[in-house]
């Protein structure tokens, strides 16, 4: 499968724990992005990186959040200290430069308990 | 900002055409997408469109652009069972704002297919 993966699919925690997800894009592709996917919702953009910098964040992104993309191939966004509020499905996408389509990923669902 | 507003909700009988619609209201978006998403998975590109497009197909997929009334539909002709799932449009804003590459999603809109 050369889509892009994420990892893990689920996740629950406990209020006050730190997570970390993970997300693999398709190789060739140097652009990479994060959003968060609450209940009944559309997708609503994180943070975005091109190759290893990180470019735009969301005012969505507290200073509980932080993502990573150390070799411009897989990307970490981890949690700290969790809330009940940041239950919500976490999606990846990639795109090429050149091309104008983000493919998304299956998403990391996390429960915050 | 931007918003992106769609309708919760269509309901329409196998074989027919479904159509959902989509306002926004960033007029410099460059490229408007249809995604879909079925229950417990990520989103699925289905097409996109250019902003100085006024229709494009694409097998049963019809999409259409007004830009003038910043109002976007995507037609699928035959509705299958298989087409039940959510789906989003979303707007690119062109890249040099602050908003860079990101895409601004609607709230979906459930499509149920009766058989």
């Known amino acids: 499968d050369t889509g892009v993966s994420q990892d893990p699919r689920h996740k629950i925690t406990k209020r006050g724990q730190n997570v970390t997800f993970r997300c693999d894009p398709i190789?060739?592709?140097?652009?990479l992005y994060w959003y968060r996917q609450t209940l009944g919702q559309g997708p609503e953009f994180l943070t975005y990186?091109?190759?290893?910098?990180?470019?735009?964040k969301s005012r969505l992104l507290s200073d509980r959040f932080s993502a990573e993309r150390p070799k411009g191939s897989f990307s970490t966004l981890e949690i700290q200290r969790t809330e009940q509020g940041d239950s919500a499905m976490y999606l990846c996408?990639?795109?090429?430069?050149?091309?104008?389509?983000?493919?998304f990923g299956p998403g990391t669902r996390l429960t915050v308990l | 900002g931007e918003d992106v507003e769609q309708s919760l909700f269509l309901s329409v009988r196998e074989g027919d055409s479904s159509v959902i619609n989509c306002t926004y209201t960033d007029s410099s978006s460059t490229y408007l997408y249809w995604y879909k998403q079925e229950p417990g998975a990520g989103l699925q590109l289905l097409t996109y469109i250019f902003s100085n497009m006024d229709m494009k197909q694409d097998q049963r997929l019809t999409v259409l652009l007004n830009k003038k009334d910043k109002h976007l539909s995507l037609r699928i002709a035959d509705t299958q069972t298989g087409d039940s799932a959510i789906y989003f449009c979303?707007?690119?804003?062109?890249?040099?704002?602050?908003?860079?590459?990101?895409?601004?999603f609607g709230g979906g809109t459930r499509l149920m297919v009766k058989p």
């Open positions: 990186f091109q190759n290893e910098a990180q470019l735009e």
């Open positions: 996408a990639s795109s090429f430069t050149l091309y104008n389509e983000q493919f």
């Open positions: 190789s060739e592709h140097n652009r």
């Open positions: 979303a707007e690119k804003t062109p890249p040099g704002n602050n908003a860079g590459n990101m895409l601004t």
